[in-house]
């Protein structure tokens, strides 16, 4: 299944979170324009919805809530900035939002906002993924290498036949070298290819 474009709006939904009804009407025509459903939030009750983004008014920060902030956390957060202060940015940073607006809101900029927020979402996503990948790779280089060290021990072998005897092994029993090295780590030596 194909992901949605950043550039395609239309279908999302959105938790929008303004205190102001001049900033929240331009946002709520702004969203209808380009196919987003609103759900509006005053900060009270809890969040009963997954939205796709979330544009929240730093005039409701801090989130005091561990739940509220969950919530807010499953999809892009763009703050609606008032001020600048040290304080407040830090509040606004506490959400680790994918873009922002500045008060008074424009009708410009909204789109561009929640573009770069979805784009942003989705490259942290996929470095976030790529990071696992290696963190899971890095474990396995050292099972790898355990196992490379058993078999040099064993079959008085030099590092390069150990590890080439390992991959051919790999290769005839149809299993990553990560997968027989980790059985040579847990029975101490090469195990012989069924059949």
Same mark, same amino acid.
């Given at each position: 299944m194909s992901k949605p474009s950043s550039f395609?709006?239309?279908?999302?939904?959105a938790l929008v979170v303004i205190k102001d009804e001049r900033d929240?009407?331009?946002?709520?025509?702004?969203?209808?324009?380009?196919?987003?459903?609103?759900?509006?939030?005053?900060?009270?009750?809890?969040i009963?919805?997954?939205?796709?983004?979330t544009l929240i008014d730093?005039?409701?920060?801090? *989130?005091?809530?561990?739940?509220?902030?969950?919530?807010?956390?499953?999809?892009?957060?763009?703050?609606?900035l008032g001020t600048e202060t040290p304080s407040r940015l830090k *509040?606004?940073?506490?959400?680790?939002?994918?873009?922002?607006?500045?008060?008074?809101?424009?009708s410009a900029g909204i789109y561009a906002a929640l573009v770069l927020a979805f784009e942003r979402s989705e490259r942290t996503s996929e470095l976030k993924q790529q990071v696992l990948k290696l963190e899971q790779r890095l474990r396995s280089r050292r099972v790898v290498l355990a196992a490379v060290?058993?078999?040099?021990?064993?079959?008085?072998?030099?590092?390069?036949a150990a590890f080439a005897l390992i991959r051919r092994a790999a290769m005839e029993q149809r299993k990553t070298i990560e997968e027989?090295?980790?059985e040579i780590t847990v029975t101490g030596s090469l195990p012989r290819a069924a059949g």
């Open positions: 395609s709006l239309r279908g999302r939904k929240a009407t331009i946002v709520r025509r702004q969203f209808e324009r380009l196919g987003i459903d609103i759900v509006t939030w005053d900060g009270g009750a809890s009963d919805c997954r939205p796709d983004v730093d005039e409701f920060l801090p *989130l005091t809530s561990p739940t509220q902030r969950a919530s807010l956390g499953r999809g892009p957060v763009i703050a609606l *509040l606004v940073l506490d959400l680790d939002p994918a873009s922002f607006l500045v008060k008074p809101l424009r060290l058993q078999v040099m021990h064993t079959h008085a072998l030099a590092e390069p027989l090295s980790a």
